[in-house]
């Protein structure tokens, strides 16, 4: 069941709710998280039934696991809970690739299995192996099986995250006030999941129709035109954006409708000044499962390793700082999908990261300052450059191999191929060349000016604030552009908002982080 | 200070709902009205009335001398064919498919299909699927004066179901003829709609596609009229398409100029149109188009045509569509050779003897290639 479909938004969404909050005042209060555990297997089983047995089992492996984690804090058994939690979601996700690799290396034919990927198994694995490491370092509490399966299958974030945390979730589980209705909430919820929605289907969708023909062309070995390649590219990266935080909006209004909140998953990422704080605002659960779980131990190992051997500082800075920005985002790549594509993804960004990371030791070294009225022009250039790295390695993302998205940055480098003749006639950008051009610039100017849903509407409740903090203060700067506030004017804006998204809803328009 | 908060909540609440509901309602009661696409009608009193436009429009065209100009934005183009194929006719053929067999005529200055039929009804549908070729051929049957011989384009993408939605305002139709052919308990499981059909019309109150031609049409300042051609441009086309008597189309001058525009250089020669790689077609859809014809030959002489590509869309073998032409053109031969058929055409333009300049885009040809396709014959009626 999709967020943007008309039994979702009609019928299931209404149900869960009523339901869930008439419990609690029924005074059936334990029965709300079973009641929730109950439609958010139904909303997973909706895809394929078959799947459930897997989430089940998955979850109760790691419940007992994790309890006897507790008390019995051994490594063998950590690493035995790491080991089947990594080889179920090795043969669902990654067996076939490996098989497909080994037959290209042994020019051999080992057939492969018909293996569909249940969805939101990358989500739900690596929720369930940091809660392993955390019970296995005395950092979880006593959790009851109910509570435990509600942190892993909360219908909201299962699918396409956030990747939430216990230490976020369980303890709003176990709050008194948990499942009673408070207006201010469900306002906010209504709210978010209507900006998130209208991203998805009026923005996204739209955007899609103008980036898919070019990758299309691109994937069967053409050559595009530059202006072709480079409006798909940021088309496709603007869509990216509006879908992934499109589909996040929706999560975290649905978790407010329910009284829970979710942490954030975007904080307008395209506004960042370098790599390393682009991944700070984009797909934030995933930055901080990987800097927490592996970035941080790695680095810390091998920072043990550089003292021991006492290197150099170059040697130090390859060890100590390049190495695990490597890997982690060499496991980046290689948690959204597999393929040689998303590992080249991911390896980018950590060479971007590392690069940024000697600019920086530089700097430092060299004593380089800016005076301070270039300070906004290097800032606009910096933003600039972070962007166009970022949507060629978004390319590379789009692309179906590695050879595909090499054709289209191929298309994008190649200069010669300008043709001003050619220029928004109706080529890659379909018969209305400039409704493509339009959506661009409305996107260009939402990302760039307006508020992003934290500042315009979620800064304001308390339930995000008792999450903590979530954005570092040096990001979290105010836009007035646009406020929200409970008035008769904006829910009038809002219900219009929501008219024209339900209007826009199209049955086939998945969210394009499902396939992780 | 709590409850002015909670009741400014309650107000925000209230409102928002109040005004989504009521303009929801608003919205799905004026599609429900205007109903461009006539699929409401006959929930409404107005049925009557409304079925009379495509009758009328279809009375005045087999009697037109040029033809009659065609609204596609404000007319249905299902509607009008549905009606053509239910009226009597003297023709000797007609002609099902999708909407590269628009332009076959045996009306317009390059004749198609001449030495098979010496003249045609064009039942040819934009969008037209295996489930459109029940409907028609239903109400061919059913017409007491029908043509003898049905001539049936099969499409690279026709051996499929439900890929798409159109032909469901005709559902009736299509339940009553599948029900006649296929007789296999099992085979009624085929073609089994994902989503219930009222569920469908639901939703499409609340369509923005559907809203926005509502509004056109609202909007228009005068009532629709059916307005007879003057003089014809077959090479340029005029203001609107143009349906001439046999039902076959030309179209308007702005969209000739559109696809003429796209060349054949740049990006064309890519074309999957309705084709899935994974689902080239449906051996169900294979079973129910071999019993469609068994069906037609207990009245009708049944023959098969193939309607090239452009040759620039053979140039990507890697393609999709050429992946289906390629095994989809074997099979329509076997179906033929099954049913002792005859069979005219091919996928491939090189066969054809197609050139690149008589096409409109990648699946459109212009009547100078269709004119060609009879004499590629490909399996004969013994």
Redesign the interface.
């Known amino acids: 069941m999709l967020f943007n479909s ?1 039994i979702f938004i009609f019928l299931f969404l209404p149900i869960s709710i009523t339901i869930f909050y008439l419990l609690k005042k029924k005074n059936f209060e334990k029965l709300t998280s079973v009641w929730l555990i109950l439609v958010s297997l139904f909303f997973y089983g909706w895809w394929n039934p078959k799947y459930l047995i897997l989430i089940i089992i998955s979850i109760i492996f790691n419940y007992l696991l994790g309890n006897n984690l507790k008390i019995n804090p051994k490594k063998t058994i950590l690493f035995f809970g790491i080991f089947i939690n990594l080889l179920i979601i090795g043969y669902f996700k990654y067996s076939n690739f490996f098989i497909s690799n080994v037959n290209n290396f042994l020019s051999d034919q080992i057939l492969m299995n018909q293996i569909i990927l249940p969805l939101g198994i990358s989500f739900f694995t690596f929720q369930q192996i940091t809660y392993l490491v955390d019970s296995f370092s005395g950092r979880t509490k006593e959790n009851t099986f109910v509570n435990y399966s509600l942190f892993v299958i909360f219908f909201p974030q299962l699918i396409a995250g956030p990747i939430v945390h216990h230490s976020e979730m369980i303890p709003q589980f176990r709050n008194k006030l948990f499942g009673v209705f408070k ?2 909430n ?2 906010m919820g ?1 709210t978010t999941f209507t900006i998130g929605l209208f991203k998805k289907v009026f923005i996204a969708d739209n955007l899609a129709i103008f980036a898919n ?1 070019a990758f ?2 691109s994937q ?3 050559e595009l035109t530059l202006f072709d390649a480079w409006f798909s590219a940021v088309a496709y990266t603007f869509q990216l954006y509006f879908d992934f935080s499109g589909y996040s909006d929706m999560a975290l209004g649905i978790g407010l409708l329910f009284g829970l909140a979710l942490p954030l998953n975007f904080h307008s990422p395209f506004k960042a000044k370098n790599i390393s704080e682009f991944w700070r605002l984009w797909h934030m659960t995933l930055s901080r499962l990987i800097r927490d779980y592996i970035y941080y131990p790695l680095s810390l190992t091998f920072a043990r390793i550089a003292i021991y051997l006492n290197l150099s500082s170059g040697s130090s800075f390859f060890i100590t700082i390049a190495s695990p920005i490597i890997i982690s985002f060499f496991l980046v790549g290689l948690w959204h999908g597999a393929g040689w594509h998303y590992i080249v993804f991911g390896l980018l960004h950590g060479f971007y990261i590392v690069v940024h990371n000697a600019w920086l030791m530089l700097k430092k070294n060299i004593k380089y300052k800016v005076k301070k009225k270039n300070t906004f022009a290097l800032d606009q250039l910096s933003q600039f450059i972070t962007f166009i790295a970022v949507t060629f390695s978004f390319v590379i993302f789009r692309s179906d191999s590695l050879e595909s998205s090499l054709n289209f940055i191929y298309s994008m480098l190649n200069f010669k191929s300008i043709n001003f003749n ?1 220029l928004f ?4 950008f379909g ?1 209305f060349p400039f409704t493509g051009i339009y959506f661009l610039i409305i996107s260009f100017f939402i990302i760039n000016f307006l508020p992003n849903t934290y500042q315009f509407i979620l800064k304001k409740n308390n339930l995000f604030k008792l999450l903590g903090p979530q954005i570092p203060d040096s990001y979290n700067k105010p836009n007035n552009m646009l406020k929200w506030k ?3 004017k ?3 804006c ?3 908002i ?3 998204s ?3 809803i199209s049955s086939t328009n998945e969210f394009l982080y499902f396939e992780f | 200070m709590k409850k002015n908060k909670n009741s400014t909540y309650n107000k925000y609440l209230s409102v928002f709902y109040i005004f989504f509901v009521l303009s929801l309602l608003a919205v799905a009661l004026f599609n429900f009205k205007i109903d461009p696409e006539n699929i409401y009608k006959k929930f409404s009193k107005n049925q009557k009335e409304e079925e009379s436009f495509s009758i009328s429009y279809v009375k005045k065209l087999i009697s037109s001398k040029t033809g009659l100009f065609y609204r596609n934005d404000l007319i249905n183009e299902r509607d009008i064919k549905y009606s053509l194929s239910a009226h009597p006719t003297e023709a000797e053929c007609a002609i099902l498919g999708s909407s590269p067999v628009l332009q076959i005529s045996s009306f317009r200055n390059i004749k198609s299909l001449s030495s098979i039929c010496s003249s045609l009804i064009n039942l040819g549908t934009t969008a037209a699927v295996l489930e459109d070729y029940l409907i028609f051929s239903e109400k061919l049957f059913l017409n007491k004066q029908a043509p003898s011989k049905i001539i049936i384009s099969v499409h690279p993408y026709t051996f499929n179901l439900n890929r798409d939605a159109q032909w469901l305002r005709y559902k009736s139709d299509y339940e009553k003829i599948k029900d006649e052919i296929m007789f296999d308990k099992k085979d009624f499981k085929v073609n089994k709609i994902k989503k219930n059909y009222y569920t469908i019309l639901l939703e499409n109150l609340i369509n923005m596609k559907y809203f926005l031609k509502s509004y056109e049409i609202f909007s228009l300042k005068e009532k629709l009229k059916i307005e007879e051609v003057k003089i014809l441009d077959y090479k340029y086309g005029m203001k609107h398409h143009v349906l001439l008597p046999d039902g076959s189309l030309i179209y308007s001058r702005k969209n000739i100029d559109r696809k003429m525009k796209r060349g054949i250089d740049g990006y064309s020669g890519i074309q999957n149109y309705k084709i899935k790689i994974k689902n080239i077609y449906n051996p169900y859809a294979i079973k129910m188009f071999n019993r469609l014809i068994e069906h037609l030959s207990k009245k009708f002489e049944v023959i098969i045509i193939l309607i090239p590509y452009h040759p620039s869309v053979w140039n990507f073998p890697e393609q999709p569509a050429v992946k289906a032409m390629k095994i989809v053109e074997p099979i329509v031969i076997d179906i033929a050779k099954q049913n002792n058929i005859s069979l005219y055409g091919s996928y491939n333009p090189k066969n054809i003897l197609c050139k690149s300049n008589e096409y409109y885009d990648e699946i459109h040809t212009m009547s100078s290639c269709l004119e060609k396709i009879e004499k590629f014959q490909r399996v004969k009626k013994n």
């Open positions: 008309y207006i201010e469900f306002v209504l023909p299309d062309v069967l070995g053409f050619d006639e109706a080529t890659t018969t409970p008035t008769i904006w829910a009038i809002f219900a219009l929501l008219l024209l339900v209007m826009s």
